[in-house]
Every structure is written in structure tokens, then in C-alpha cells.
């Protein structure tokens, strides 16, 4: 193996590792690194597909391997997190969440894998990935916890809320909801410093203010919902 297709799969380790340090800080009760290792993980997992592209290294074992680094980052360390923030008021039900959820997150893996998500630019579902993206699925379970320790503005521990969170994400992120992908966003030369710039903000706000900036992500891509949904219908439409 090369080091061109070392590289991406390096950093696809590196989103475990992230995920990994989340749970022990969790269970150290800090929660503050937990978190950021979460929103870390995210940043890190937008990228090692684009460099993979960019060094023309893809390959099915850095799909597979892929998937297997979001479920422990984005299915298991949430859970974990979520499980340690609640872990005094932790019922029955809550615990079910939690398991439902890990379940959610592997299966809309699985069925990515499987190639659910086309991969032929001519189809509608291009654009689209169906079921909620597992990085953005970690943020909404982790969006009280963000919350209260940017704003204080929430009880530690209010696990009826994080019952229905969970309960929404998996819901979600299992469904069949088509939501927009940006796996083939290209823009031009005129674009290209406004992309730079944005991209600067981003990953400035993701190591300065990364629970703000991961929330205002996460709460924005949800907000679109409605335009996916409808727009994947029209697209849909067109090509029957």
C-alpha cells in the first residue's frame, strides 16, 4: 500500500481515535473535551473522502473502513456520552434510546454501503444521501449537552429530552427522508475565494467556538428538510 492511500486512512483512524477519547472523558465526567472530540471527529470525517479524491486513492477498503470509523465516532461515542451525562436518572427507556439509536446508525451505514445512495451522476438521488448523515445525527443527540455547557442553559441530566432526541435521530437517520448531500459540489475559479473564506470561518469556529458553530450546522442542515425532501420528489418526478 502506498502512501497516497495511507493517507486518507489515517485520518478515517483519526476519527476513532476521537470518538474513543470522547468516551473516556465522558466517563470522567469532562465534558467539555467529550463534546469537542465529537465536533473534532465531524471535521475530520469531511475530509478524509475529499483528500482521498484529491490524491486519486479511493478504494473500497477506505469506504468500508469508513463506515466502520463513523459507527464508533458518530454511532457509539454519542451514545456513550449521552449515557454518562444521564447516567443518574438513567431508566429503562432511556436505555432503550440509546441501543435503538447505535442500531439506526449502523444500519443507514449498511445501507450506504450497500450503494443506496446512487452513484451514477444522472440520477436523482446524486444529490441526495436518504437518511439522516451520521455525523449530523452525533450533533442532534449531543445538541443539549452543547447547549448547556456553551449557555448553561439546560439541567445536567434531563434524560426525558434526550429520550426524544435520541428517539428523533434514529428515527431519521433509519428513515428513508432524502436529505441534501454535498458529495458533488463543485463551483468555479470566480467561487473559489469565497469558498476558501468560508472554509476558513468554518474550521475557525469548529477550534474557537466549536459548540456553537457545530450547532448552528447542525440545527441549519435540518432546517432544509423540507427543501430536500421536495426537491428529490421534483427530481424524482422528472426522471420517470
Wanted: hydrophobic share 55%.
Amino acid at each position: 500500500m502506498g502512501v497516497k492511500r495511507r493517507i486518507p486512512i489515517f485520518v478515517s483512524l483519526s476519527v476513532v481515535a476521537c470518538g474513543m477519547a470522547a468516551m473516556y472523558f465522558a466517563q470522567q465526567g469532562n465534558w467539555g473535551w467529550a463534546a469537542f472530540l465529537i465536533c473534532f471527529g465531524v471535521l475530520l470525517d469531511g475530509l478524509d473522502g475529499r483528500i482521498a479524491r484529491w490524491l486519486k486513492s479511493t478504494s473500497k477498503l477506505g469506504g468500508a473502513l469508513d463506515s466502520l470509523c463513523d459507527q464508533c465516532a458518530f454511532g457509539v461515542a454519542p451514545a456513550v456520552v449521552v449515557y454518562f451525562w444521564n447516567q443518574e436518572a438513567a431508566g429503562p427507556i432511556f436505555l432503550m434510546a440509546l441501543l435503538i439509536y447505535v442500531c439506526a446508525c449502523a444500519y443507514h451505514l449498511a445501507v450506504f454501503d450497500e450503494g443506496f445512495a446512487a452513484d451514477d451522476k444522472s440520477s436523482p438521488a446524486y444529490r441526495f444521501i436518504i437518511g439522516l448523515p451520521v455525523p449530523v445525527a452525533a450533533g442532534l443527540v449531543l445538541l443539549p449537552i452543547m447547549v448547556d455547557l456553551q449557555f448553561g442553559a439546560g439541567p445536567e441530566g434531563d434524560v426525558w429530552l434526550h429520550t426524544a432526541i435520541l428517539a428523533l435521530a434514529s428515527y431519521l437517520t433509519a428513515s428513508s427522508v432524502p436529505f441534501y448531500s454535498l458529495k458533488d459540489f463543485k463551483y468555479g475559479n470566480q467561487l473559489s475565494v469565497i469558498t476558501v473564506l468560508l472554509a476558513a470561518l468554518l474550521i475557525a469556529g469548529m477550534i474557537f467556538q466549536p459548540f456553537v458553530t457545530f450547532s448552528a450546522i447542525v440545527v441549519a442542515y435540518l432546517l432544509t428538510t423540507p427543501f430536500s425532501v421536495t426537491a428529490f420528489r421534483r427530481l424524482r418526478d422528472a426522471a420517470s
